[in-house]
C-alpha cells in the first residue's frame, strides 16, 4: 500500500494545522516533521513545541525525522510531545541498535535514515529491529532539493534484502518526490512517500496531494 507523507518543511507555518488538514483531505495518510539542528545539516527547522501543537491539530501519525547530533537526548522529549514515528540517520548514531531500540522503549515505531552517499549494506544488522527504513532521495538540510536518482537502486536493494530475509519494514522516501518522480521510486518500491513541495508548494495542499497519490497508484499499476 502506498502511503503519502506531507512534509511540513515546505508549508506555511502560520497556517500548519489547516494546511496539513487540507493535505489529509487530499489523501495524506503520516505527517513528516524535520527536525534540524544546524550542525548535522545545514539548516535549523523545528522541535517539539511544533510536535506538541500537530498533536492536537491532527490524528495523522506524525513522522519525526531527526537530522540531528545526539538524537537519543531527544527521543523521549519527542515521544512525550507526541510523535508516532521517530527515524535517525545512520551517520550519526555511534551505537544505532541501541538508539533504535530506545525508540521502541517508547511504544513508537522506530526507523533509520541514509543519505545519498551511504551504502544500504551499512543498515545489514539492524534490519530485523526496524519497523522502516528512510531514503534520502537529496542530500538532508533543505526543501526543494532536485531528485538523485541513484535512490531508485537502493530501494531496490531493500526491498530484495527484506525478501530474501523475510523481513517486513517498509520503505520510505525522501527528497525531489513529484509529479515527475515518483513513478521511478514506487516501481522500485517506495511505499512511503514524503512530499513537501509537491504538496505545499502551489497552495493547494489537497488537490496537489491527490495529484501525487494518482500519480503513484499509476505506477504502481506499472510495477514488474
Request: glycine content about 8%.
Amino acid at each position: 500500500m502506498i502511503e503519502l507523507a506531507p512534509s511540513i518543511l515546505s508549508a506555511d507555518f502560520a497556517h500548519l494545522a489547516e494546511q496539513v488538514r487540507s493535505a489529509a483531505e487530499g489523501g495524506g495518510t503520516v505527517v513528516h516533521v524535520d527536525v534540524m539542528d544546524g550542525h548535522f545539516v545545514p539548516n535549523i527547522t523545528i522541535g517539539t513545541p511544533v510536535v506538541k501543537s500537530l498533536r492536537k491539530a491532527t490524528d495523522l501519525p506524525l513522522d519525526c525525522h531527526l537530522m540531528i547530533e545526539n538524537p537519543d537526548q531527544y527521543i523521549p522529549e519527542f515521544a512525550d510531545a507526541g510523535a508516532d514515528w521517530i527515524s535517525v540517520h545512520q551517520e550519526v548514531c555511534r551505537h544505532l541498535n541501541r538508539t533504535l531500540h530506545l525508540i521502541k522503549s517508547h511504544d513508537l515505531l522506530a526507523g533509520v535514515v541514509i543519505n545519498p552517499a551511504t551504502p544500504v549494506e551499512t543498515l545489514m544488522e539492524v534490519l530485523d529491529c526496524v519497523d522502516y527504513i528512510l531514503v534520502m532521495s537529496v542530500n538532508p538540510g533543505f526543501g526543494g532539493q532536485k531528485y538523485l536518482p541513484a535512490a531508485a537502486h537502493k530501494i531496490r536493494r531493500l526491498a530484495e534484502m527484506r525478501s530474501q530475509r523475510g523481513l517486513n519494514y517498509r520503505i520510505e522516501v525522501d527528497g525531489g518526490i513529484a509529479l515527475d518522480t515518483v513513478g521511478e521510486v514506487v516501481r522500485a518500491g517506495a511505499e512511503i512517500l514524503v512530499a513537501g513541495s509537491a504538496v505545499f508548494g502551489q497552495g493547494d495542499p489537497k488537490r496537489d496531494a491527490q495529484k501525487l497519490l494518482k500519480a503513484a497508484t499509476e505506477a504502481t499499476l506499472l510495477k514488474v
